[in-house]
C-alpha cells in the first residue's frame, strides 16, 4: 500500500500551520523546532495529514512549487467555507462551478501560493 500526503512549503511555519488548522479543523503535530521556530509540523484531519515544512529548512525553489493539492470535501457546506477561507487574500484561480461528475469544482491558490483543486462530489 502506497500513502501520499502533501507536503507543503510556508513562511513562518509556526503561524502558518495555525491558519490551516482555522481552515480545516484537525490537530497540530510539531515534528522539528528550532528555539521558538517551528521548522516541520503536520495537520492531521480527517484520517489525512498534511504535513508542513519552513522555508528555511525545505529552502523551495519558488513560491508554490508548482504542487497542486486536490482534495475531496464531504459536505457542500464546507466546500463553500474552504473555498472563502483560501479566496480570502488569495487568488480565484477557477470560480466554484457545477461539474460534470455531479458536484462543484474550484481551484484556489491561498496566500502561501499553494494551489488547491477543491472538490465536492454529490451523492
Known amino acids: 500500500m502506497m500513502i501520499a500526503n502533501p507536503f507543503i512549503v510556508v513562511d513562518n511555519c509556526k503561524d502558518e500551520i495555525k491558519y490551516y488548522q482555522g481552515v480545516f479543523g484537525g490537530e497540530i503535530a510539531i515534528l522539528r523546532k528550532q528555539g521558538e521556530e517551528v521548522l516541520n509540523a503536520d495537520l492531521h484531519v480527517e484520517g489525512g495529514t498534511l504535513k508542513f515544512a519552513d522555508t528555511q529548512v525545505a529552502k523551495p525553489v519558488m513560491k508554490g512549487d508548482y504542487v497542486r493539492v486536490f482534495l475531496r ?25 457545477e461539474a460534470p461528475f455531479n458536484g462543484l469544482l474550484a481551484i484556489v491558490t491561498d496566500r502561501n501560493g499553494v494551489c488547491w483543486v477543491l472538490s465536492y462530489y454529490r451523492t
Open 73 to 97: 470535501i464531504e459536505t457542500e457546506e464546507a466546500f463553500q467555507r474552504i473555498y472563502g477561507e483560501f479566496a480570502t487574500g488569495g487568488i480565484i484561480n477557477s470560480e466554484a462551478y
